[in-house]
């Protein structure tokens, strides 16, 4: 059974800082791997999505990475804003017909 | 056009009521879901269309009836609920190509009484 962890479970920072958010699967024979943002009862934001023949994926000051074989993925923010202020949550789907199975998230503060 | 969108926003019921919630999308996806989300939690599958036939079913209690009418549209009806149902429900589409993302749309804020 796939599980999927995200490591911290909240994040504190200084604007300006670069960070790195974490994201563990038990099965790496997933399909793709998605992070999402979800700001304080509002729906969930596509931000990358990684196919699992890719490594990463780059999006303005974000990028994803994922190594398959150790069941990692990363989410790399540059130049940390106050509005970067959010829930993050990676998914993993291991078919394209299977369900998507969510992490439980990281909790992003950005100080100003 | 990326834009899932859902009505109503809020909704309050009594556990005798009957409801539902709509769910639209114009993107051409051909595969739909509900999600339940409780506060702090991650979203949880409820349901899964593709190609408006039911496709996957969490093991979700009868109370919730779940219907796709046509390739854009997606219900969810809500009979005898329970206070612990109170949750955020999500709607999200993909396509089925090689991207397969997930596009969500805002949620239906849900409190039974």
């Known amino acids: 059974k796939q599980e999927v962890t995200q490591i911290p479970a909240a994040l504190s920072v200084p604007e300006g800082e670069n960070l790195v958010l974490n994201c563990s699967f038990t099965d790496s024979a997933i399909y793709n791997l998605q992070w999402f943002r979800q700001d304080p009862g509002k729906g969930l934001t596509s931000l990358l999505l990684i196919q699992s023949s890719q490594r990463e994926q780059t999006s303005g000051r974000l990028n994803a990475s994922l190594d398959k074989s150790s069941g990692r993925s990363t989410l790399y923010i540059a130049a940390s804003q106050p509005g970067d202020s959010a829930t993050y949550l990676c998914?993993?789907?291991?078919?394209?017909?299977?369900?998507?199975?969510f992490g439980p998230g990281t909790s992003l503060s950005v100080i100003p | 056009d990326t834009e899932v969108t859902q009505t109503p926003k809020h909704l309050v019921m009594g556990m005798t009521n009957k409801k539902s919630l709509k769910c639209e999308q114009h993107m051409g996806h051909r595969a739909m879901y509900w999600y339940k989300q409780k506060a702090k939690k991650p979203p949880e599958l409820m349901f899964v269309?593709?190609?408006?036939?039911?496709?996957i079913n969490e093991s979700v209690p009868s109370r919730f009836s779940p219907e796709c009418p046509n390739s854009s549209l997606l219900n969810l009806h809500l009979h005898a609920l329970q206070p612990e149902d109170s949750a955020l429900y999500l709607c999200?589409?993909?396509?089925?190509?090689?991207?397969?993302?997930?596009?969500f749309g805002p949620g239906t804020r849900l409190t039974v009484l």
């Open positions: 999200a589409s993909s396509s089925r190509g090689t991207t397969d993302t997930q596009y």
């Open positions: 269309y593709s190609y408006e036939k039911l496709s």
């Open positions: 998914a993993v789907r291991k078919t394209s017909y299977d369900k998507v199975i």
